[in-house]
T-cell receptor, first 113, second 113 residues
Framework: GDSVTQMEGPVTLSEEAFLTINCTYT??????LFWYVQYPGEGLQLLLK?????DKGSNKGFEATYRKETTSFHLEKGSVQVSDSAVYFC????????????FGAGTILRVKS | DGGITQSPKYLFRKEGQNVTLSCEQN?????MYWYRQDPGQGLRLIYY???????QKGDIAEGYSVSREKKESFPLTVTSAQKNPTAFYLC????????????FGSGTQLSVL
């Protein structure tokens, strides 16, 4: 079945460091890919998405590129801030899975000042 | 402001007791979802509903029940048959069931006394 694998956390960085959170997926169809962010005690918010190969989603300085050849959708940010500390979830939506969202396990990011 | 409201924020269940988690949305969305979040396991789909008076089981429906009598409401009952109910429960909605953005509530933390 469809699945999403994320790098394990927590990831701890100093402010202004470069961030990469790896995400790879397995899907039966041609999925759309998403990154959601969860701040402490809250629900999830959509951070960015991409719907076809080579699309780049971007928002708030975060970027991710849909790589069909490597089945990946890695999240990057050039300079993280303390306010970026949160849990980041990679997810996919696939016609072969009824278009329901499948989430990865989440990666905790901690940014120190 | 439009959004999704979950209540209560914290809920405690005694052995053998059924408890109901509330989810209300004023976004006029057709589709609504319930997810369970456990540490290190990401989000798992419990139930979803595409239209009023219709709902389908997700991946972990055993021990849970739902109803969808009104478009704006999708309550989740955690029954006594759910032997490990302690988790963070998230309700979400989307315009339709497709490759679309999910809007999440702020969650309910359920614990067993």
């Amino acid at each position: 079945g469809d699945s999403v694998t994320q790098m394990e956390g927590p990831v701890t960085l100093s402010e202004e460091a470069f961030l990469t959170i790896n995400c790879t997926y397995t899907a039966t169809g041609y999925p759309s890919l998403f990154w959601y962010v969860q701040y402490p005690g809250e629900g999830l918010q959509l951070l960015l998405k991409a719907t076809k190969a080579d699309d780049k989603g971007s928002n708030k300085g975060f970027e991710a590129t849909y790589r069909k050849e490597t089945t990946s959708f890695h999240l990057e940010k050039g300079s993280v801030q303390v306010s970026d500390s949160a849990v980041y979830f990679c997810a996919l939506s696939d016609e072969g899975y009824g278009n329901k969202l499948v989430f990865g396990a989440g990666t905790i990011l901690r940014v120190k000042s | 402001d439009g959004g999704i409201t979950q209540s209560p924020k914290y809920l405690f269940r005694k052995e053998g007791q059924n408890v109901t988690l509330s989810c209300e949305q004023n976004l006029n969305h057709d589709a609504m979802y319930w997810y369970r979040q456990d540490p290190g396991q990401g989000l798992r789909l419990i139930y979803y509903s595409q239209i009023v008076n219709d709902f389908q089981k997700g991946d972990i429906a055993e021990g849970y029940s739902v109803s969808r009598e009104k478009k704006e409401s999708f309550p989740l009952t955690v029954t006594s048959a759910q032997k490990n109910p302690t988790a963070f429960y998230l309700c979400a909605s989307s315009i339709g069931q497709g490759r679309e953005k999910l809007f999440f509530g702020s969650g309910t933390q359920l614990s067993v006394l």
